[in-house]
């Protein structure tokens, strides 16, 4: 499924909840199904720089397109790389880098965040973006 596909889901997901403490306890939800990363990879080196609770990411390449897995010591933080994980694991490099992430504006959780938050979750993206561009420089 294509990345815009999988934000216009989350889009109408969180669309159904009428409230944002709902849709906290669904990002809760989505950080409990998030599929871990292996021990091995809870590491330094893996950690998001700029996020307030530690998150871990793990990338790799499989036939042109970009596993993540994670982890986080925090519930919310879990959720929030659990919806990013969801869009951009599986996908071409490329694709990764260009995407538009204006879904998070869309289902506003930017503005539902502290800001310590919110500082991590562009660190968040910013990182996956990175992984992006390294695994396309190996791939042109």
Known sequence: MSIQK???EIVDEFGMFDDWMQRY????????SLPLIEEKYKI???????C?????VHAEM???????TADSDAIITKGIIAILIRVFSGQHPKDIIEADTSFIDEIGLKEHLSPTRA???VSMIKQLKMYAIAYQTQLN
Do not use: H, P, R
Request: aromatic share 10%; hydrophobic share 35%; no cysteine.
């Open 6 to 8: 999988l934000q216009e």
């Open 25 to 32: 306890e669904y990002m809760i939800d989505l950080g409990k």
């Open 44 to 50: 330094d080196e893996n950690i998001i720089k700029g």
């Open 52 to 56: 307030q609770s530690k998150v871990w």
């Open 62 to 68: 499989n036939d042109e397109k970009i596993e993540f």
């Open 119 to 121: 500082n991590g979750l």
